[in-house]
Structures are given as structure tokens and as C-alpha cells.
């Protein structure tokens, strides 16, 4: 770590310091795949994902399917799906099972002793990490790690034919706002590779999204994920992955389809990340972007902008907002990107806006504001913004013109927003706040009201500050 070697995620062990790759798998040089057969065990049965592998199981020639899940029969379709397989001459076993229950469990598998496991169970419970009470953790790791580590424990005696953990890529790599379920899920590797290590049967699969089934599909994730070049896995490639690696040589596998022009420049805008960039793919992502100008470093763009004529400045960082702002929402250029439209208007959301924030702070070498696209909610305002940050205020100009000239463009946006569009809470906030630069400027003391909402955005948590974004944005 001290090398300067530009690692970003490394081990530390006895026999030295370890950094994390991905890397390719050799096509398959053999016939060997596995064939579920006997009784296999889908945690997570009822589930988008274990529908799929229990439909799948079945026609691949197991005999006995024990489907588990919180609610068992009275999981929503869990009837029907029993009867459908019944129906192909499988015998089916919905059982009602917390399998973070380590009793509850072990009376299961007493009950019905298995062949094979597939883990396919999960619980998503996003939020940035100071936001994450240690309830919500354990809530996240009950149902994938915990039940992953009763799972190894009670089937150790067993001659398994397989032991699948389904695993996300978001431990793969990390996921904004999936800190506790990127740990769980990190957990997952470790456990396969451990059993691996004991001479187990065993393999964990980082899955990235599978169109139209998964936890990814639910409130907008899905178009969330594809807007970072992340897209839905087709369900019979999946399959076809998952009978493959089951019985395939390495313990730890990544499945996903990833489109690496648009998820590198991301991953890798505020620190370079070897993780990735030893794939040719994301290698030319990073040099793509790094000739466009984006990679990070403010001097080099002060620098830049420096060379240029005055009136040419402003235009360049017009089009860098512009360009990284059709980037985050999932535009092919800028087209609709609309200098005088307002962010909200556009199709910004808390996390679109913390994206942008991020990607213009790692060009810029700026700490910009987790509310920037609050504060200025337009492109030109925003370029503009960073204009005076980078530059500073045109030396030309008298100091009481830059000042009138910011007074014009805060009236502006006054007059186009106007009470009407603004909730009650927001109007006194604004109300607020002119008094207090109105005290400032004429030497009086500030404001207390005023005083006090500086404090309470100074204090506001980071989930405050994102509800704050949405409420601000028209979108909660």
C-alpha cells in the first residue's frame, strides 16, 4: 500500500501483500458439467431467481426439488410452481423455513436429506454506510451469510454434488449504497473457497443482473444498474453458466454482462482501479475516457481552460457538465441535454446527482456538494458554478458586477421556480436565507432562522441529505 504501486484493494497475509484482479476464463475445454439429480435444496425457492433454477433443475433431471423460503406455500405463485413441476413427474417440497435458523434448519435437513444445495436466498437493504445501523447489517447478513455458514456446517457429512452459493458481483467489485450486501455477499467467496481448500464441493457465482427475474428489476434498480453498463444477464445463458461452473475448477466466478465503456469510466473516476483495468475492454474504457478529458486531475483542466480564450472557457466546461451529465442519465450524446433545463427535468434522482457530483469532483480536483445539482440546478448554472471555482471571478470585471451578475441569475431562478413550485418547508428555507444574505450585505447580523438551517445542513445526515435531493429534485 505504500509502494505507490496505485493498488486499491489488496490483502495483507504472512506470505505478503495480495491485490485483487479480474480476469478472464479460459473457454471450457471440457464436456464435464454438472447434472442436478437426487434431492436438491433451493434456498430462495420461491424467489424470481429460484423459480428459475427449480424450472431448470427439474428438466435437468432431479428428482426431488425442496423449495425453501420464509413463507413457503404462501409465497406468492408458490402453489401454482409446485404444481407445475409435480406435473412433470418431480416431486416438490415447499417448505416454510428461515434458513438463517440454524435449528429450524437442521430439522429440514433431518427431514429431507439432499444431494445438492443452491443458495440462492437474499434480502437487499441499501444505504450509505454511516447509514447502516448494525440491525440493518444483520438483516442483510442473516439471510446470505449466516445461512451460508449453517449450510456448510449441517451438509458437511454429506456427499454433495454440488454446493452453489449465488454470490453478486456487487462483492465482486462494490456497489454504491450496497455496502452490507456487497459484505455478504464477499462472505459467500470466502466460505467457497474455503470448503474448496477442505477438499468440499463448492462454488460461489457473483451474478450481475438477470433480466426480468432478481432483486435488480425491483423499484427501478434495474435501470439504474444499466445506466452504469450493467446489464440483464439472459436467463438460459445464465443457466447454461451456472451447470457449467458448478463443476468447473475454480471456486469463485464472475457472470455478468457488463458493458465496459460505460461502467469502467465510473468505477474508475475517482481512483484508478487495477481490479478492473487488466481487462483489454476496460483498458481502452479508461483510455477512451482519459482522451475525451476525463480523467481526474483539477490542475490539468485548470491549465487547459487557461490556454483558452475567455470566451471559450465557459463553453468548455459547458460541454464537459453537459457530456457528463448525458454520461449518468444513459444518453448516447447530449442531445437532450438542455442548457437552461433544470436537473429535475432532465430525470435526476438522489443517486444520478451524488454520480455527478462524484465524477465532476474527480475532474475538477473540486469537493463539490452532495446537494450540487440543488444548489445549481441547471447546466449553465453548474458550468458557470465551476467556472468561478476554477478560475475565479473574471479579474476585469468591478467586484460589485460579479456580484450583481450572480444577484440576476439567483432572480432568475427565482422567478422561474416561484412559490407555487416549491413544498412549504422548502419556501421558508429560501425565505430564510435571503434575509440572511440581506443582513450580511447591509452589516447587520445574520439571521438566527437563517443561522439555524446553515447548522441543521451542516449536521444533516448523508440518507437527510439525499432525502433532502429528492424532495428538492420533485421526486418523493
Known amino acids: 500500500m505504500l509502494s505507490g504501486a ?5 490483502a495483507v497475509r504472512a506470505s505478503g501483500v495480495f491485490g485483487r484482479r479480474l480476469e478472464r476464463m479460459p473457454a471450457a475445454t471440457s464436456a464435464s458439467a454438472w447434472s442436478p439429480s437426487g434431492t436438491v435444496l433451493i434456498t430462495g425457492g420461491t424467489g424470481a431467481l429460484g423459480v428459475r433454477v427449480a ?69 437487499l437493504d441499501d444505504g450509505v454506510v454511516d447509514a447502516l445501523t448494525p440491525e440493518r447489517f444483520a438483516a442483510v447478513l442473516q439471510g446470505k451469510a449466516v445461512a451460508a455458514a449453517h449450510l456448510d456446517e449441517l451438509t458437511r457429512d454429506s456427499d454433495l454434488s454440488a454446493f452453489v452459493l449465488f454470490s453478486s458481483f456487487a462483492g465482486a467489485v462494490g456497489a454504491p449504497g450496497q455496502g452490507n450486501y456487497a459484505a455478504a455477499n464477499a462472505y459467500l467467496d470466502a466460505l467457497a473457497e474455503r470448503r474448496r481448500a477442505s477438499g468440499l464441493r463448492a462454488v460461489s457465482i457473483a451474478w450481475g443482473p438477470w433480466a426480468e427475474a432478481g432483486m435488480a428489476e425491483n ?17 438460459h445463458s445464465a443457466l447454461a453458466a451456472l451447470k457449467r461452473l458448478t463443476d468447473g475448477a475454480d471456486p469463485v466466478a464472475v457472470v455478468a454482462d457488463v458493458d465496459w465503456s460505460r461502467f469502467t469510466p465510473a468505477f474508475t473516476g475517482g481512483r484508478p482501479s487495477p481490479l478492473v483495468t487488466g481487462l483489454p475492454e476496460a483498458r481502452a474504457a479508461v483510455d477512451a475516457d482519459a482522451a475525451q478529458g476525463g480523467a481526474p486531475g483539477g490542475s490539468g483542466l485548470r491549465e487547459r481552460l487557461g490556454a483558452l480564450p475567455e470566451a471559450e472557457r465557459e463553453q468548455a466546461l459547458l460541454e464537459l457538465v453537459r457530456v457528463r451529465t ?25 443517486l444520478t446527482a451524488v454520480e455527478l457530483k462524484n465524477r465532476l469532483s474527480a475532474e475538477t480536483g473540486l469537493p463539490l456538494p452532495a446537494t450540487l445539482v440543488f444548489d445549481y440546478p441547471t447546466p449553465a448554472e453548474l458550468a458557470d458554478f465551476l467556472r468561478t471555482e476554477l478560475l475565479g471571478a473574471d479579474p ?43 443582513s450580511i450585505w447591509t452589516g447587520a447580523e445574520a439571521a438566527t432562522d437563517g443561522a439555524d438551517d446553515a447548522a441543521e445542513l451542516d449536521e444533516a445526515t448523508d440518507d437527510e441529505m439525499f432525502d433532502l435531493i429528492n424532495k428538492e429534485l420533485g421526486i418523493s
Open 6 to 10: 496505485g493498488e486499491d484493494q489488496v
Open 55 to 123: 424450472r431448470w433443475a427439474a428438466a435437468e433431471g432431479a428428482e426431488h426439488l425442496v423449495l425453501v423460503s420464509r413463507r413457503g406455500l404462501e409465497a406468492p405463485g408458490a402453489a401454482e410452481l409446485s404444481d407445475e413441476l409435480a406435473g412433470q413427474g418431480v416431486r416438490v417440497t415447499v417448505a416454510a423455513c428461515d434458513v438463517a435458523d440454524r435449528d429450524a434448519l437442521a430439522r429440514l435437513l433431518v427431514e429431507h436429506p439432499v444431494d445438492a444445495v443452491v443458495h440462492a436466498a437474499g434480502v
Open 219 to 235: 423499484e427501478g434498480v434495474g435501470d439504474y444498474l444499466r445506466r452504469r453498463g450493467l446489464g440483464g444477464l439472459d436467463p
Open 326 to 350: 448525458a454520461w449518468v442519465l444513459g444518453h448516447a450524446d447530449t442531445t437532450a441535454v438542455e442548457v437552461g433545463r433544470a436537473f429535475r427535468d432532465l430525470g435526476f434522482d438522489s
Open 396 to 438: 476585469g470585471a468591478p467586484e460589485a458586477t460579479g456580484v450583481l451578475g450572480q444577484i440576476d441569475r439567483l432572480a432568475a431562478l427565482l422567478t422561474a421556480t416561484g412559490p407555487a413550485e416549491s413544498d412549504g418547508e422548502t419556501h421558508i428555507r429560501v425565505t430564510a436565507k435571503l434575509r440572511e444574505l440581506l
